[in-house]
């Protein structure tokens, strides 16, 4: 098993209560522990310039999954007790607390603590420390069984070259038998497609695959490729090239860690009466890869709208939304395995239980070669995330309100999404479900999922990343969440704490040209967004963060103006995930079947879940018989 920490730009802070540990199998598969980590505790100032930024520890497992573990200014005990280890691992040589990773100076440094088997940096036993340096890899116990694997950045997409023999036909999937051999993730097909060499060409195939192989942002069965096309399978993105002697050069790209949100100049109305109103105006933005942001605002700000311009639910009217650099809108069928959005009203089936409603989540959403053991491994191991294992068996229908949310996040986690939209999931639960289910949410972000969620709340914004502020429609802040109450504070209205937030966007409290009680809320958006693209925020959270292609964008739509930007409603495809339901049905023929079959399973499972029902359904036979003997 290979495990690998990174450095993440600078975002340390203490967090009250511990963080969830991760926990590797033996038999390979990533678990959270049973008991709670102190990920966050010990040594170490959060906030110090003399120390080093948070960490990261991206965790691969051999049996398929990955996952990144943040790093804060405290300690990270690794081992094999789940009662007092950060990273819990099951092996033979692996002590019970076998070495410790904490701050030093800088950087960081990793403590043998004192184990059986040893640990060893670089191939060489370590007999105390060893402070870590980019690169290092760090083996715990005999026979390096376990390692981990040290950067001084958060890990980006890891970029493979390679030339692969002469011949005439080459397959790729996640199999390891295969010639082209991809990170095992649920959205890879064993056998995935196959490269046929045609003269001096190479023919692309697809192999019934159930979600699809892709070239140049369009779905293809078969297709010829040239030398500059890119195909995209799963998280992976190929070029392939036929040399000239026969051998086949492959540049592999494996993107699962790296995907990054941006959004340029959103624009979006809606009809009121006979005008439209805007609800959108200009947003500009940037999401890194496992950031935990919430989307705030009053009532009406636009939030929701927001949401599902950045998902492609419903696209905005003008701008444009980028994954990884490419547009979202003119491919939205090629990054959907990418994205997990959870909607406040679920889709839910309550008569099926916790456990079965995941498992036919996971028949329909995962490659039909994944088998019902792995099947099963990938349900126990989101149960255990989401801390469902002991209401695995209860039907939908006798959860609670946070339980459910859970069980939705949960179908949507089944294919590993990068990033996950949540819509109002705390709404209308009590105020420690709501603290709990944030927390959930922390800890996926920790694990390299970006989680997105529009809420209310304004009393856990200590756990958040970034924050989007909208005040209708206009994009008022974008930052860290510290910074916010500093940027709506002033000498002559100081705010005692984010609530105050939203008095200053109502015109409660007063706030610059505004003043208390003055102005309508439209004008004291306008007055704040202004602010904000005039601040020292405005460049360091947007500008600077902007990858080449957003920065282009960017500038293209400053220079034409907003009466001049491109992409109108007309353009734009409105994807509802109603119509993404049938997604399999588009994989080819033979898997319309086994769909059908497990559909009529579910449905068949739903309708004869309980004892009163059965009478119902013997009325229509009853009265067939009735009329028949007449």
Same mark, same amino acid.
């Given at each position: 098993?290979?495990?690998?920490?990174?450095?993440?730009?600078?975002?340390?802070?203490?967090?009250?209560?511990?963080?969830?540990?991760?926990?590797?199998?033996?038999g390979g598969?990533?678990?959270?522990?049973?008991?709670?980590?102190?990920?966050?505790?010990?040594?170490?100032?959060?906030?110090s310039?003399?120390?080093?930024g948070?960490?990261?520890?991206?965790?691969?497992?051999?049996a398929?999954g990955?996952?990144l573990?943040?790093?804060?200014?405290?300690?990270?005990?690794l081992?094999?007790?789940?009662?007092?280890?950060?990273?819990?691992?099951?092996?033979?040589?692996?002590?019970?607390?076998?070495?410790?990773?904490?701050?030093a100076g800088a950087?960081f440094?990793?403590?043998?603590?004192?184990s059986t088997?040893?640990?060893?940096?670089?191939?060489?036993?370590?007999?105390?420390?060893?402070?870590?340096?980019d690169?290092?890899?760090?083996?715990l116990?005999?026979?390096?069984?376990?390692?981990l694997?040290f950067?001084?950045?958060?890990p980006?997409?890891?970029?493979?070259?390679f030339?692969l023999?002469?011949?005439?036909t080459?397959?790729?999937g996640?199999?390891?038998?295969?010639?082209?051999v991809?990170?095992p993730?649920p959205?890879?097909?064993g056998?995935? $497609?196959?490269l046929?060499?045609?003269?001096?060409h190479?023919?692309?195939?697809?192999?019934?695959?159930?979600n699809?192989?892709w070239?140049?942002g369009r779905?293809?069965?078969?297709?010829r490729?040239?030398?500059?096309?890119t195909?995209?399978?799963?998280f992976c993105q190929?070029?392939?090239?036929?040399a000239r002697d026969?051998?086949?050069e492959?540049?592999?790209?494996?993107?699962s860690?790296s995907?990054r949100?941006e959004?340029?100049?959103?624009?979006?109305?809606?009809?009121?009466?006979?005008?439209q109103r805007?609800?959108?105006?200009d947003?500009?933005?940037?999401?890194?890869?496992?950031?935990?942001?919430?989307?705030?605002?009053?009532s009406?700000?636009?939030k929701?709208?927001?949401?599902?311009?950045?998902n492609?639910?419903?696209?905005?009217?003008?701008?444009?939304?980028?994954l990884d650099e490419?547009?979202?809108?003119?491919?939205?069928?090629m990054?959907?395995h990418?994205?997990?959005?959870?909607?406040?009203?679920?889709?839910l089936?309550?008569?099926?239980?916790v456990?079965?409603?995941l498992?036919?989540?996971?028949?329909?959403?995962l490659?039909?070669?994944?088998? $019902?053991?792995e099947?099963?491994?990938i349900?126990?191991?989101?149960l255990a995330?989401?801390d469902?294992?002991?209401?695995?068996?209860?039907?939908?229908?006798?959860?609670?309100g946070?339980?459910?949310?859970?069980?939705?996040?949960?179908?949507?986690?089944?294919?590993?999404?990068?990033?996950?939209?949540?819509?109002?999931?705390?709404?209308?639960?009590?105020?420690?479900?709501e603290?709990?289910?944030?927390?959930?949410?922390?800890?996926?972000?920790?694990?390299?999922t970006t989680?997105?969620?529009t809420t209310?709340?304004?009393?856990?914004?200590?756990?958040l990343?970034?924050?989007?502020?909208?005040?209708?429609?206009?994009?008022?802040?974008?930052?860290p969440?510290?910074?916010a109450v500093?940027?709506?504070?002033?000498?002559?209205?100081?705010?005692?704490?984010?609530?105050g937030?939203?008095?200053?966007?109502?015109?409660?409290?007063?706030?610059?040209g505004?003043?208390?009680?003055k102005?309508?809320q439209?004008e004291?958006?306008?007055?704040?967004?202004a602010?904000?693209?005039?601040?020292r925020?405005?460049?360091d959270?947007?500008?600077?963060?902007l990858?080449?292609?957003?920065?282009?964008?960017l500038a293209?739509?400053?220079a034409?103006?907003?009466?001049?930007?491109?992409?109108?409603a007309?353009?734009r495809?409105?994807?509802?995930?109603?119509?993404?339901?049938?997604?399999?049905?588009?994989?080819?023929?033979?898997?319309?079947?086994?769909a059908?079959?497990?559909l009529c399973?579910?449905q068949?499972?739903?309708?004869?879940?309980?004892r009163r029902?059965?009478?119902?359904?013997?009325i229509?036979?009853?009265?067939?018989?009735?009329?028949?003997?007449?």
């Amino acid at each position: 098993m290979e495990l690998s920490a990174t450095l993440k730009s600078p975002f340390c802070r203490s967090r009250a209560g511990r963080q969830q540990a991760v926990t590797v199998a033996a038999g390979g598969h990533l678990l959270p522990a049973r008991g709670t980590g102190r990920g966050e505790e010990g040594t170490g100032t959060a906030g110090s310039d003399a120390g080093p930024g948070p960490a990261w520890l991206e965790v691969i497992a051999p049996a398929g999954g990955r996952c990144l573990q943040r790093l804060g200014p405290g300690e990270m005990v690794l081992g094999r007790d789940s009662d007092c280890c950060d990273i819990v691992v099951a092996g033979k040589t692996v002590s019970r607390r076998h070495a410790l990773v904490r701050p030093a100076g800088a950087g960081f440094e990793i403590i043998d603590l004192d184990s059986t088997n040893g640990t060893r940096v670089n191939g060489r036993r370590i007999h105390d420390r060893r402070l870590l340096a980019d690169g290092d890899l760090v083996g715990l116990g005999s026979g390096d069984q376990v390692q981990l694997r040290f950067h001084g950045q958060r890990p980006g997409s890891r970029v493979r070259t390679f030339r692969l023999p002469a011949g005439k036909t080459w397959t790729i999937g996640r199999d390891r038998g295969c010639d082209i051999v991809l990170e095992p993730a649920p959205t890879v097909s064993g056998c995935h $497609a196959t490269l046929r060499r045609q003269g001096d060409h190479l023919l692309l195939c697809d192999r019934q695959s159930r979600n699809g192989t892709w070239l140049n942002g369009r779905p293809v069965r078969r297709a010829r490729l040239e030398p500059e096309d890119t195909v995209v399978i799963g998280f992976c993105q190929l070029r392939l090239r036929l040399a000239r002697d026969g051998s086949l050069e492959v540049r592999l790209r494996d993107r699962s860690s790296s995907i990054r949100l941006e959004c340029v100049g959103l624009c979006s109305r809606r009809p009121a009466g006979r005008e439209q109103r805007q609800v959108l105006r200009d947003i500009t933005l940037a999401i890194e890869p496992g950031e935990f942001v919430g989307i705030l605002g009053p009532s009406g700000a636009g939030k929701t709208t927001l949401l599902k311009a950045l998902n492609g639910y419903a696209p905005a009217e003008q701008g444009t939304v980028l994954l990884d650099e490419s547009p979202l809108y003119r491919a939205h069928a090629m990054f959907r395995h990418c994205l997990g959005y959870v909607p406040q009203d679920d889709l839910l089936l309550s008569e099926l239980t916790v456990a079965r409603s995941l498992e036919y989540i996971a028949r329909l959403r995962l490659p039909g070669d994944v088998g $019902a053991a792995e099947r099963r491994q990938i349900v126990d191991r989101i149960l255990a995330l989401l801390d469902l294992d002991h209401v695995r068996n209860q039907r939908i229908a006798s959860l609670s309100g946070g339980q459910r949310r859970r069980v939705a996040i949960g179908g949507e986690l089944v294919t590993g999404p990068a990033i996950l939209f949540l819509d109002e999931p705390t709404a209308g639960l009590d105020p420690g479900i709501e603290a709990r289910l944030m927390r959930h949410f922390r800890t996926l972000a920790d694990r390299g999922t970006t989680v997105l969620i529009t809420t209310h709340l304004l009393s856990s914004l200590e756990l958040l990343d970034r924050v989007i502020i909208l005040a209708r429609g206009e994009l008022v802040f974008f930052g860290p969440p510290a910074e916010a109450v500093e940027f709506f504070s002033f000498p002559s209205a100081p705010l005692a704490g984010p609530a105050g937030i939203f008095s200053v966007l109502l015109g409660h409290q007063g706030g610059p040209g505004t003043g208390k009680g003055k102005g309508s809320q439209e004008e004291i958006a306008r007055v704040f967004a202004a602010r904000f693209r005039a601040s020292r925020q405005w460049q360091d959270n947007v500008i600077r963060r902007l990858s080449s292609a957003a920065a282009d964008l960017l500038a293209a739509e400053t220079a034409a103006g907003p009466g001049d930007r491109t992409g109108g409603a007309a353009a734009r495809p409105r994807f509802g995930f109603g119509a993404g339901q049938w997604r399999f049905f588009r994989s080819g023929p033979l898997r319309v079947p086994g769909a059908l079959a497990t559909l009529c399973r579910r449905q068949l499972r739903v309708r004869f879940s309980g004892r009163r029902r059965l009478p119902g359904l013997c009325i229509p036979i009853l009265l067939a018989l009735v009329t028949m003997s007449l």
